[in-house]
């Protein structure tokens, strides 16, 4: 029986390290050979009688300077954000961005990652995690080219940005217990299967409640399934956040706080409040998260959290990068296999959004007694 040719006698033969003859036989054209590397490769190849697989056409060789960004949505600034840091440094290094905007459909998620065999980019970035369908593709593509995801779903077996949402939900509960809000709410988009970050953050907010025994007074209200179905609007989850505060309100349920999945919601529950006559922080406070630039600017100053996401685009595109020089600058023997996992710390920004529970509130209470 004959002996299957490896690389690894190839680059015996031709007198190249292995990682080189890969890279060669499969026509990995975002790292460069001379031509005289490359008929040594190939001809060694061929008098082995290994079968060289076709050249890409001109048009795929032109995708090696091409980025591609998978996007569920491009109507929150969270990922126009993701996508400003991504953008910054492919810009740095010569490279182009192509944005695939799945809307959460499952379908288009499907329809992009089969192009990704005729597309052949550079590098893959997932702004999000992949669907749970189709997570063995992502990672036989990302076995073939660089693929970073922005996430902190464990089960990802390739590069990633992590983010714990426990921590973050957990912060923004901590805030509020600190400032003696002991009856609050949580509102946010449809926590299903598919969106299972929300619920953690959700979780880890609920977690610091229990701890203090009051689990029993969070009040949890998240939209209908339907709002991720439809197609996102700008204003969908500003429209979320206004529409379950009115919600909220019309119960009579009492509340000295709400926090905001994102800070666009917020944004809903603070107006939603202000039509109603109660004051934000007087009456009720009002945290958000994700530190988008309108709430630097807005004039009511939102309280939020920070968890870097400009910079978690930057690092995703550079680990992108990262993988593509050593790819590059390989004098081993065997290509390279480094992981690259990176982890922000989320931070508190107190703004003008959260104050101590209403002292006036607690006057009165205390007048009721002594009488």
């Known amino acids: 029986m004959r002996k299957k040719v490896t690389s690894t006698d190839i680059a015996k033969a031709a007198g190249v390290s292995q990682a080189t003859v890969s890279m060669v036989l499969n026509k990995k054209y975002n790292v460069s050979f001379s031509k005289e590397t490359i008929q040594k490769v190939e001809q060694a190849a061929r008098d082995m009688g290994y079968t060289i697989p076709k050249r890409r056409s001109q048009k795929s060789q032109k995708n090696s300077r091409l980025i591609v960004v998978f996007?569920?949505?491009l109507t929150n600034p969270y990922y126009v954000m993701l996508l400003q840091g991504i953008e910054t440094v492919a810009k740095e290094k010569g490279y182009g961005v192509f944005v695939c905007n799945t809307q959460r459909e499952l379908k288009m998620e499907e329809q992009y990652l089969k192009m990704m065999h005729s597309v052949s980019p550079a590098g893959i970035i997932y702004t999000c995690n992949p669907s749970e369908a189709f997570m063995e593709q992502v990672e036989e593509i990302a076995g073939k080219i660089p693929l970073v995801v922005i996430s902190?779903?464990?089960?990802?077996?390739?590069?990633?940005?992590?983010?714990?949402?426990?921590?973050?939900?957990?912060?923004?509960?901590?805030?509020?217990?600190?400032?003696?809000?002991?009856?609050?709410?949580?509102?946010?988009?449809?926590?299903?299967?598919?969106?299972?970050q929300r619920s953690r953050r959700v979780e880890g907010f609920v977690r610091e409640y229990e701890k203090k025994g009051l689990s029993q007074s969070v009040i949890i209200k998240a939209a209908d399934d339907i709002w991720d179905e439809v197609l996102p609007s700008v204003d969908s989850e500003y429209r979320i956040g206004y529409t379950l505060t009115k919600e909220l309100l019309a119960e009579k349920r009492k509340v000295t706080a709400i926090a905001g999945l994102n800070d666009m919601i917020a944004f809903g529950i603070i107006d939603a409040l202000q039509e109603e006559k109660l004051k934000v922080p007087g009456d009720v406070s009002v945290i958000g998260c994700d530190n988008i630039i309108f709430g630097r600017m807005s004039q009511m100053s939102l309280t939020t959290i920070e968890h870097f996401v400009p910079l978690k685009g930057r690092d995703a595109c550079d680990i992108i990068m990262k993988k593509i020089e050593s790819a590059h600058n390989t004098y081993s023997?065997?290509?390279?296999?480094?992981?690259?996992?990176?982890?922000?710390?989320?931070?508190?920004?107190?703004?003008?959004?959260?104050?101590?529970?209403?002292?006036?509130r607690k006057k009165k209470k205390g007048k009721k007694k002594i009488n």
């Open 71 to 73: 996007c569920p949505t």
């Open 333 to 360: 023997d065997t290509e390279p296999t480094s992981t690259y996992h990176i982890e922000y710390e989320p931070k508190l920004i107190v703004r003008k959004t959260t104050a101590y529970v209403n002292s006036k």
């Open 152 to 196: 902190n779903r464990e089960r990802v077996k390739v590069d990633a940005i992590n983010q714990d949402n426990t921590k973050v939900g957990s912060l923004m509960a901590r805030h509020l217990l600190n400032l003696g809000h002991r009856e609050v709410a949580f509102i946010a988009p449809p926590l299903t299967k598919r969106q299972e």
